[in-house]
């Protein structure tokens, strides 16, 4: 809710009318257009496979 009333500038009729998909797009994109990073995907089935078996 701080990103949604902080840096979105978002009322709480939108903040609570809006989907858990589209709060976060809404964070994805402002951290895009003010230089944030991109998010990295996550490991690939065999990346995880490696990693369980080292770590269990």
């Known amino acids: ?3 949604a009333f902080g840096f979105l ?3 709480p009729d939108v903040f609570w009318a809006s989907t858990l998909t ?3 797009m809404a964070i994805e994109g402002h ?3 003010n230089g944030g990073k ?4 996550g ?3 065999d990346e ?3 990693m369980l078996a080292k770590y269990g």
């Open 1 to 3: 809710m701080r990103g």
């Open 9 to 11: 500038k978002w009322t």
């Open 22 to 24: 589209e709060y976060f």
């Open 31 to 33: 951290n895009e257009a």
């Open 38 to 41: 991109k998010k990295v995907d």
């Open 43 to 45: 490991p690939s089935d």
């Open 48 to 50: 995880m496979a490696k």
